[in-house]
Nanobody, 117 residues
């Protein structure tokens, strides 16, 4: 089982930036994929960004392309989400996803991001 600890959420003005971190511990080998999702009240959790463990190939939701960047430090292991040009519609609880080959998926506890307009 993988344990995930998220951090970095908070309140920011529109146009501002935040950096989310998700530190993994426990049985993280072999990791296949890491991702970020977000959820607002009454809506389903939606994909934001993700990347493969090997090769670092990243993918993004259209709504965040050009503004958000996903990256990782495989030595720690930690996955990051750099969010720039934040908009009010980015307000949500952000969840980290960690996928082990098998697959086995673990989720972080979520971190609140609030963007004031």
């Amino acid at each position: 089982q993988v344990q995930l600890a998220e951090s970095g959420g908070g309140l920011v003005q529109a146009g501002g930036s935040l950096r989310l971190s998700c530190a993994a511990s426990g049985r993280t080998f072999p990791t296949d994929y890491m991702g970020w999702f977000r959820q607002t009240p009454g809506k389903e959790r939606e994909f934001v960004a993700g990347m493969s463990w090997s090769g670092g190939i990243a993918s993004y939701a259209d709504s965040v392309k050009g503004r958000f960047t996903v990256s990782s430090d495989n030595a720690k292991p930690t996955v990051y989400l750099e969010m720039n040009g934040l908009k009010a519609e980015d307000t949500a609880v952000y969840y980290c996803e960690w996928v082990i080959y098998g697959p086995t998926t673990s989720w972080g506890q979520g971190t609140q991001v609030t963007v004031s307009s």
